[in-house]
């Protein structure tokens, strides 16, 4: 239908202008005003008749592979005057990445089929061999550009794939560790309505978008963050590129390169800066697409013509770059590990999963649980293999704790407390013998938002510590008579802004408190204490706000309070030391939570709540960490809690698997 394209053009300008309006000048244009747009002569490359071509790669020293809408794949060596179909067929843009000596990962668009075809592509001894793979369908669309993504964290690439729907699709097909070809769904989001061509920088994870009449779109390659973008360079009047941008590459110092059909212009365009150097390429010529092999002062440059339907090649001189990236010397080096298991997925997307806990079985571990808030409904509770087995809609609890107990007066003594922001009480639960989870009642309080939440047990009772956003700390004492529950408010205590996340020790009296902005407190946990809150720890290079969960793991010769270091997504172990006045934290290790490749499990972002124990469990000897996860991917689903084999952490802290 002719009005569609007009109308999603409307549509997209209305979001680019509402878009530009929050963002500053320097943001959406950072050109530099008087580049200099320099002559650019080109010369045929390879042949002259007219092939259909698209887009062109480079493979290794004169060798490159080019997209031909009427021949198919065709592999060309310059020097030795070679060249080869590799696969016939109708294919339009490339996408290339090495993955090993000869041997490349190679996707294109494979338009008889409507879906990205994937191929290896070996050479051996001057021979040269195409194998296809699984290739990538996008649902009753027609995909429009693909690039692939090295992602050198996980050991992994992944093809991004747009879409005619307006959509992109993340697919992971290369597990470079099993140097296995894959086909694992990994997310699913918006990005433009018609895409021109795409591209990854491996090195900084950026994707960037191009629209032909827009202008270019940059978003975090990494699916463990948000699908935003940012307009990166725009078309008049919102920037200076002339209309008509087309496929979009890298380059090994990291340049994007793109062409203009509408002024013939080849541009080198850093992120960072803006527009390096620009190239108006003489002739009577239409440029719709450029790759670049290059050293640090010179490139080759292949351009497809669309005028003439052929591929022509040109020298570029290149001008040094000067980064303006910062570094922090004071980042501790992250380690990673990798999730054993992750439970079901909460009801629905949003931010809904938040805080994990767990009750482990007095006589049988293997029937422990795993106990967690859903924010927008209440408790879930899940098996040691992530089952969810229960569902108590409370309302929109949002941390929980567990304390087990001979002193708690229940079959079970098992005492359950979850911060209910419905009612701004606390909720309590125990375990019966059947291993159900029951809601006991609630306590009410008078703060004016119930947030955080953990629980404390010593001779003087079992309690309760909440707080709200304003930084007040509340402290209740919990009764449980008869599976009758009552609360008293004991104690109340301040910091400076919104906490969240605490974690008592129950043995030395001690309170360990998160504030979001700041660091990490120390506080007595008993009600009678005078003492005031004590900073341990700041936020620095290690520890990146927001501070969230955290959680004390009782090994035998030590205690290791963890702590989610949500602004990086990691996680930071320190040491529990006794000082004179107060205890003192000693940094032991910092790491994240990766993709599990082997397990089909997806790395962990954006961690709120977590806990831990030490405590033996069927699998996991020296027990466990278990966290939130605030994007759930492979395939893209709402949040869950992911489950680690304490041993991992065990080693990177002591060098040593336990």
Known sequence: MPTLKPLAYALNVLTLTVTLGACSSQDVNSTQPNQTTLKLNSAPFWQQNNIQGSQAAWLADDAWLLASESQGLIVVEQNKQHSEVLKTGNFETLSVRTIGDNRFLVTSIDNERDLVAVFILTNSNGSWQLTEHAPIVAPQAKPEAVCLFNNHSTGSISAFVADARGLMRETLIYNLATEQTTNIAVREFAVVNEAAGCAVNDVSQQLFISEEELGIWQMNANAESSASKHPLSMVAPFGELASGIGPLTTSTDGSLWFTSSSNNTLYRYNPEQGIQQKWRVSGDLSIGSVVINNNATTAQAIIYDDESGAYRSSQLTLDPLTSTAKTNTTTAKTAHVYANVQTTPVAAFGDAA?????????????????????????????????????????????????????????????????????????????????????????????????????????????????????????????????????????????????????????????????????????????????????????????????????????????????????????????????????????????????????????????????????????????????????????????????????????????????
Request: aromatic share 8%.
């Open 354 to 658: 938040d805080d994990p806990a767990i009750w482990v079985h007095p006589t049988d571990a293997a029937k422990s649980l795993i106990i967690g808030t859903d924010k927008r409904r209440g408790l879930m509770i899940y098996n040691l293999a992530g089952e969810q087995i229960q569902s108590l809609e409370v309302g929109r609890v949002n941390n929980v704790d567990v304390r087990q107990s001979s002193n708690i007066n229940n079959p079970t003594h098992t005492l359950i407390a979850a911060s209910n922001r419905s009612e701004n009480s606390i909720s309590l639960f125990t375990v019966d013998i059947q291993n159900n989870v029951h809601h006991l009642g609630s306590v009410a309080t008078n703060l004016s938002e119930i947030y955080g939440l953990c629980m404390y047990s010593s001779k003087s009772g079992d309690y309760v510590f909440v707080n709200d956003k304003s930084g007040l700390y509340q402290q209740y004492k919990i009764t449980n008579q008869q599976q009758q529950v009552s609360g008293k408010l004991v104690r109340e205590f301040n910091l400076p802004s919104q906490p969240e996340g605490c974690s008592s020790d129950d043995k030395n009296g001690e309170l360990f408190a998160g504030e979001e902005d700041a660091g990490i407190w120390f506080i007595n946990a008993e009600p009678d204490a005078k003492q005031q809150p004590v900073l341990l720890q700041s936020i620095d290079g290690m520890l990146v706000d927001d501070v969230e969960g955290m959680e004390i793991y009782h090994g035998k010769d030590e205690r290791l309070l963890v702590v989610s270091s949500q602004g990086d997504d990691s996680y930071v172990v320190y040491r529990i030391n006794k000082g004179e006045h107060h205890p003192t934290l000693e940094f032991a290790s910092k790491f994240n939570i990766l993709a599990n490749l082997n397990l089909g499990i997806d790395g962990v972002s954006e961690t709120d709540g977590l806990t831990v124990t030490a405590k033996s469990l069927p699998g996991y000897p020296a027990g466990v960490l278990i966290v939130q996860d605030g994007y759930n991917r492979m395939p893209q689903q709402p949040q869950n809690f992911k489950v680690v084999d304490w041993r991992q952490v065990h080693s990177l802290i002591h060098g040593d698997a336990k």
